[in-house]
């Protein structure tokens, strides 16, 4: 039968519990005009820094100088647009027009009049008073099954009506085996092509939601995650809703370090890029409008790394994205030294992509000058970490060769004055937004410098880089074979603090370039130790997740012949009118489609509902 809207979609007080106020952002302290004062001081230090290097009458051996000025240029330029970002990110995306859409988000006439009160997965949503589809993807490429499952789980039961589908490019029948028992759909494709944005793409070929959302198989959604993006996009030229990647296995230096690294940039930056309309995407935990991934083409093929390449398309498309930093999914940073080298390889190949591609400050690039500007550091941010390699040589050539970056009038007093002002203050912002400064950011940004630099020649030479997830399953190598670098590194810094201690004991005097070099040293010799550590770590770890793994594959043994999490899955409809409601809707037919629960790249003929139909 017809539906017809006669009342409000809401009832009773406005924000009910239904439809509480929206979750509260996470990074308060961009209020605080304290936060402004620390960044005033900060910057007064930055150009302090700058004007004490570049003063003629400091200038030391052209050498080390030329290594300094190079390596502080790139970190001082990096420094003062972040704290320009930072400062710009007081004002919450969330307008009159969002919250207007929120509180009217859920259709309060069909929960009643389907006796859905109960079953809020299933509640239908309402934009302009106009059903919203939504698809949930799931990325899955060789994960283990159980983490996959609890991704799975946690999306099937996000408030709202939606269709969760699992795209596995790994092609596994046991990951088939699970969508099929836990009622989610499930996409096979026969081939890799595109990676993950290639399967995604290939999703919304069987798909027809409205807005489709991605999370990757490691990263478990909140309930509220659709309450809290979907309503955005009454504004009709906003293209995506990004939230935090925020972690939940911050268990070893890796992982902290990891993790860590990324916090300023996800409470910080991303909030201020509001500003500019230049936040962008980062691949999971995102809703997007599907048109407008039509308007560009689809998901970016070109790069492993899609996401910053498909929001500088919607960007240059006149498209707008929001950013809230409010965390509506948790997942796993990467454990293993592997891991990380692999995900910092291809992040850091994308940003190198950008500058040698597309550059955005091309003429050729349709942005405006605040996103040319945030793009361009984007695309330039991994060569901070290469700057550490640089200034690890600096103590080396005085202590072998006398060479000094500044002149021999300037007392280690001075040089550690404005050297302080610079880094000194940047510590303290950091206590100031985050409440601590994290050792194991600094040492996983001491040491990760091989990897960028990798990254930098594999673009500049044209060498394709090979997708690799974060945590996922198989034989895990020894670290030590992705880090012979930093051991080569550690072992040169070892001696040369041997040598330095050495001469200083005959001068009777410590100098700056023996403490600088053996702060380096226990810098990396941290790093090293955390890398003999690991394997055992690792099979701890993995003794701990196959006993888990036994309990849980023991406890749905013991609840079998349950219904499924999804019941209506493939089935008739089990949700009965309410006994007050109309005569004909107790009668109507089922309202819920069914279809087979898998598709295939050569079964282009299968049609899959993907909400239903309430009319």
């Known amino acids: 039968m017809a539906f017809t809207r006669t009342r409000r979609p809401y009832r009773g007080p406005r924000r009910t ?91 309060g006439e069909s929960v009643d009049e389907h006796n859905l009160e109960d079953h809020p997965q299933h509640w239908p949503m309402m934009l302009e008073e106009k059903p919203v589809g939504v698809d949930v993807f799931i990325t899955v490429y060789g994960e283990p099954v159980e983490k996959i499952r ?23 029948d046991a990951v088939r085996d699970l969508a099929d028992e836990i009622g989610a759909r499930y996409v096979r494709r026969l081939s890799s092509n595109g990676a993950k944005a290639g399967n995604v793409n290939h999703a919304l070929t069987i798909s027809n939601g409205e807005y489709f959302a991605i999370f990757d198989a490691d990263f478990v959604p909140e309930p509220e995650f659709l309450y809290e993006t979907v309503p955005f996009f009454v504004d009709e030229k906003l293209a995506f809703v990004q939230t935090p990647q925020a972690y939940g296995n911050m268990h070893n230096l890796v992982s902290r370090g990891a993790g860590f690294m990324q916090s300023v940039f996800y ?31 689809g998901m970016s093929t070109d790069s492993k790394s899609e996401d910053v390449w498909t929001s500088l398309r919607l960007h240059q498309a006149g498209w707008k994205s929001v950013y809230i930093p409010v965390t509506l999914a948790t997942g796993d940073a990467p454990e293993t030294i592997e891991d990380y080298t692999k995900q910092q390889l291809r992040w ?15 003429p050729r690039v349709r942005l405006t000058a605040d996103q040319r500007l945030q793009y361009f550091v984007t695309a330039t941010h991994y060569l901070v970490g290469i700057t550490p390699l640089l200034l690890l040589l600096v103590p080396p050539l005085e202590i072998y060769f006398d060479l000094r970056p500044v002149n021999l009038t300037v007392t ?34 001491t040491v990760s410098f091989p990897i960028y630099i990798r990254a930098f020649i594999n673009v500049f030479a044209g060498r394709e880089q090979k997708w690799h997830v974060t945590g996922g399953s198989g034989k895990r190598s020894s670290p030590f074979n992705f880090i012979i670098p930093q051991v080569l590194v550690f072992l040169f810094l070892v001696l040369t603090s041997l040598v330095g201690i050495y001469k200083d004991y005959l001068h009777q005097v410590l100098t700056l370039a023996t403490g600088w070099n053996l702060t380096n040293t226990i810098v990396m010799g941290v790093f090293i130790v955390a890398a003999l550590r690991e394997p055992r770590a690792m099979r701890l770890a993995a003794t701990r997740d196959e006993a888990d793994a036994r309990d849980a594959a023991a406890a749905r043994a013991a609840s079998a012949g349950r ?21 004909a809707l107790a009668t109507a037919a089922p309202v819920i489609m069914t279809a087979s629960a898998t598709a295939t790249a050569t079964d282009p003929t299968l049609t899959y ?3 239903r139909s309430l009319k």
């Not at 995407?281 to 407008?292: H, P």
């Not at 008739?572 to 006994?579: D, E, L």
């Open 412 to 445: 280690w007093l001075t040089w550690a004055l404005f050297y302080l002002g610079f880094y000194g203050l940047q510590i303290l912002l950091a206590f100031n937004t985050m409440g601590s400064f994290r050792l194991e950011t600094l040492v996983m940004a």
């Open 150 to 172: 609890t991704t799975v789980v946690a999306a099937l039961a996000m408030r709202g009506e939606h269709t969760t589908w699992i795209l596995d490019d790994g092609r596994s």
């Open 563 to 583: 219904a499924r999490l999804n019941p209506e899955f493939g089935r008739a409809a089990y949700i009965t009118a309410r006994p007050d409601a109309e005569p």
């Open 17 to 107: 519990e239904r439809e509480p106020l929206p979750a509260r952002v996470e990074n308060t302290a961009v209020h605080s005009p304290t936060l402004v004062l620390f960044v005033l001081m900060a910057t007064i230090g930055v150009l302090g820094y700058t004007w004490f290097l570049l003063n003629p009458d400091n200038r030391g051996d052209w050498l080390p100088y030329a290594l300094v000025i190079t390596a502080e240029i790139v970190l001082v330029t990096q420094a003062l647009v972040s704290m320009w970002t930072i400062l710009s990110g007081g004002r919450d995306p969330r307008d009159f027009s969002f919250h207007h859409a929120q509180e009217r988000l859920f259709d």
């Open 267 to 297: 409470r910080f930056i991303q909030p201020g890029r509001n500003r500019f309309n230049a936040a962008f995407c980062v691949g999971t935990n995102v809703i997007f409008r599907r048109t407008a991934i039509n308007d560009v083409g």
């Open 609 to 611: 509902p993907t909400r």
């Open 348 to 362: 850091a190949s994308g940003g190198f992509e950008i500058l040698m591609q597309s550059n955005p400050l091309s």
